[in-house]
DNA sequence: CGGCTTTGACCTGCGC
DNA sequence: GCGCAGGTCAAAGCCG
């Protein structure tokens, strides 16, 4: 039973096989936005909703990555994978890829807005790449050591870009650590990895955002919550959940449609990845400290 | 009954 | 050419 029906009509028009490109859109669709998110639930909530499609238990991780398909739209190209992060479980790796086709609840325009705003700028930003680095190396010391970096892999663990928001070290406060990117991962991909830091309380656009209302954190919980969302889109941020209920652990295979009742549910507890994000993306300055890391990392490659 | 998850099989690319 | 790993398919089963 299939229910991507449209798919066989169309065999595998989104199956991505290394090397191929995607006919509706091959070229935003090679920019991946990674977000780092502590979190305990399955998955993180971004508004959307998602179809698991596969899982696969990747080499050096014992945690199994699960592979999502939106499914608001069926021929929307965005898939997302999720996997916990093996040195620390509690950090939950997901990893947008493509560009909604379609109109999003506005609880997920925040992210697909991130992602598809790294997309574009990716794909723009190979112009000025010069004047980037420039911007980037006038960001803050602290802006370099962590949270938002990109990166630019070697093409033979993936092809595409990478921007990766790290937002695991939201929840610290006076002693946030910074995320610890393997050390050797600089030298080993042999590319410019810039990293935007947005945890340290000295961060200009983390302290925006923070600071702007739009976040604030749990002292018990350590997870974000809205404070003042409505303003910028958010439809259940910052409002207790009418019926709470347990999070049970699809992934880990108990309950069924427990993905999608997961991602409605988890917006009533307020996952830190879809406050931050609403927040990210409706600020102003972290979009131009993305365009200038983007334009950065493509210009570093391009030289 | 429809929608979704699970999970083994399959396909493809890449390194050796 | 072979083996490995990542990614996806698709049948089966579960749940509301």
Not at 101 to 125: C, V
Not at 214 to 239: A, C, F
């Amino acid at each position: 039973m299939r229910r991507d029906d449209n798919e066989v009509s169309q065999p595998r028009p989104s199956v991505k096989r290394a090397g191929d490109v995607e006919v509706s859109q091959p070229n935003v669709k090679r920019a991946r936005v990674s977000v780092r998110t502590k979190c305990d639930y399955p998955t993180i909530n971004d508004g959307c909703q998602w179809r698991k499609y596969g899982q696969k238990i990747s080499r050096g991780n014992p945690c199994p990555r699960s592979y999502y398909r939106c499914s608001v739209a069926p021929l929307c190209p965005v898939r997302k994978q999720v996997q916990r992060c093996v040195e620390d479980m509690s950090v939950l790796i997901t990893t947008y890829e493509g560009t909604h086709n379609h109109s999003l609840p506005i609880e997920a325009t925040a992210m697909a807005s991130t992602t598809s705003a790294a997309a574009s700028m990716l794909l723009s930003g190979s112009s000025s790449s010069q004047s980037a680095n420039k911007d980037l190396r006038n960001l803050p010391n602290n802006s370099k050591t962590t949270p938002l970096y990109l990166s630019n892999p070697p093409s033979n663990s993936n092809p595409f870009p990478t921007i990766t928001l790290d937002f695991t070290t939201f929840p610290t406060t006076s002693s946030f650590t910074s995320f610890n990117f393997p050390s050797n991962f600089q030298s080993n991909t042999g590319f410019l990895s810039n990293s935007l830091n947005f945890s340290s309380p000295e961060s200009d656009t983390l302290s925006k955002i923070l600071g702007s209302g739009y976040v604030d954190y749990d002292p018990t919980t350590s997870l974000p919550y809205s404070k003042s969302l409505t303003n910028i889109g958010s439809s259940n941020l910052g409002k207790p959940s009418p019926a709470p209920k347990q999070f049970d652990q699809p992934v880990l295979g108990k309950s069924k449609n427990s993905i999608s009742n997961n991602l409605k549910e988890e917006s009533s507890q307020q996952a830190p990845t879809e406050t931050l994000t609403k927040a990210i993306a409706s600020d102003p300055s972290f979009q131009s400290v993305l365009a200038a890391a983007i334009s950065s990392m493509v210009g570093a490659t391009k030289t």
